[in-house]
């Protein structure tokens, strides 16, 4: 079985279809390359998943030594290059619980960074990935 299927919309737009769950995503071509920037582009989606791929392991492993990351969240910027236009760079910047331990600390950094998406990317690709400690 397939994992998605996808149909051109016209005007530089996609509709991606997740075929467990029919669940929909949209992109658009982003306004500096020639879209509207009504949805997600295909690269934001990329840096979306690498987030919440780290996000994610981060949450089995809390799981697995009883931590509550309930309210965890963080923010992701892209970098573009003009020529030939590619991701140079993503920045993940998390916002995590003060109480957790040092060790704990350690444990999720360690997870986030070894995330599928982070392990999948060009080497290329600068991650650049931040963990604050806080309310």
């Known amino acids: 079985m397939s994992t ?10 996609t509709e991606s279809v997740h075929t467990a769950s029919g669940t929909t995503i949209f992109t658009d071509a982003p306004v500096d390359n020639h879209g509207r920037g009504e949805s997600f582009s295909p690269t ?5 998943a690498l987030g919440t791929c780290m996000m994610t392991i981060m949450g089995i492993v809390a ?10 969240s963080f923010e992701v910027t892209k970098h573009m290059a003009a020529e030939p236009r590619r991701i140079i760079q993503i920045d993940v910047n998390f916002r ?4 957790l331990s040092a060790k704990d600390r350690t444990l999720l950094e360690n997870a986030a960074r070894t995330c599928p998406v982070a392990l999948s990317l060009n080497p290329e690709i600068r991650q650049e990935v931040q963990f604050a400690y806080g309310e």
């Open 96 to 99: 995590l619980p003060a109480a």
């Open 44 to 48: 934001d989606l990329v840096c979306a």
């Open 4 to 13: 998605a299927t996808a149909q051109y919309s016209g005007n530089l737009r």
């Open 63 to 72: 799981e697995r030594h009883q931590l509550d990351l309930t309210g965890v």
